[in-house]
């Protein structure tokens, strides 16, 4: 064997076990947090559960945010807002980005797929923004029950989203539908 082939080779090692370091890190946080908390909008008839430890607002029954605490100074986050409308639930990219994306400049959509929000039918869009010089992953979920939209937003720095990104599917998991 050669030098190059040497140096690759061992250069393919420590991407490896970087990757799998990275990836077992993110593991070993998802299933450290539990989600102990419910937070209940009889109001608008949700419920989801939350991670011990984080902080809870809530403004007006309309919105609601749920913060992680993080070493980072950009906040790990999700917010739930709901609004009453009759209008439909957006189902193209195009629709959503008219609607909804207007106020985020710089919004990068990557993906939109059907999914379901607890027991609940929707969208889930994917995509980034820079924020403060730091590139932002936003995750949005919109789900429609009767007249009610739900709007959920889930915002973390890209570089959180390994060790983030399973929580916030834990916490969309357990929404429910409270209305009788």
């Known amino acids: 064997m050669n030098k190059v082939s040497i140096q690759a080779i061992i ?8 990757l799998s370091v990275s990836s077992a890190n993110a593991n ?19 419920s ?7 902080s809870k607002l809530v403004f007006q029954d309309e919105l609601v945010t749920i913060m992680a605490k993080n ?11 709901c609004q009453t409308t009759d209008e439909p ?8 980005e008219e609607v909804y994306l207007d106020s985020f400049e710089g919004f990068k959509a990557e993906s939109l797929e059907d999914t379901n929000i607890g027991n ?9 923004m820079d924020l403060e010089g730091q590139r932002a992953r936003f995750i949005q979920y919109f ?8 709007l959920i937003t889930c915002i973390m ?11 916030f599917e834990d916490i969309i998991k357990s929404y429910k539908n409270t209305n009788k």
């Not at 989801?48 to 984080?54: D, I, K, N, Q, S």
């Not at 639930?89 to 959503?96: A, G, I, K, R, Y």
Request: hydrophobic fraction near 30%.
């Open 11 to 18: 250069l393919s090692i420590c991407c490896f076990t970087l």
């Open 28 to 46: 070993n946080y998802k299933d450290e947090i539990k989600l102990k908390n419910t937070y209940t909008n009889e109001e608008h008839g949700f």
């Open 48 to 54: 989801f559960r939350y991670p011990e430890g984080w």
């Open 71 to 81: 070493d980072s100074t950009f906040p790990v986050a999700m917010e739930i807002r």
């Open 89 to 96: 639930l957006p189902d193209t990219m195009e629709s959503l």
């Open 120 to 128: 609940w039918k929707g969208k889930k869009l994917m995509g980034t």
């Open 143 to 150: 789900c429609k029950d009767q007249e009610k939209l739900y």
């Open 157 to 167: 720095l890209d570089i959180q989203s390994e060790k983030y990104g399973p929580v």
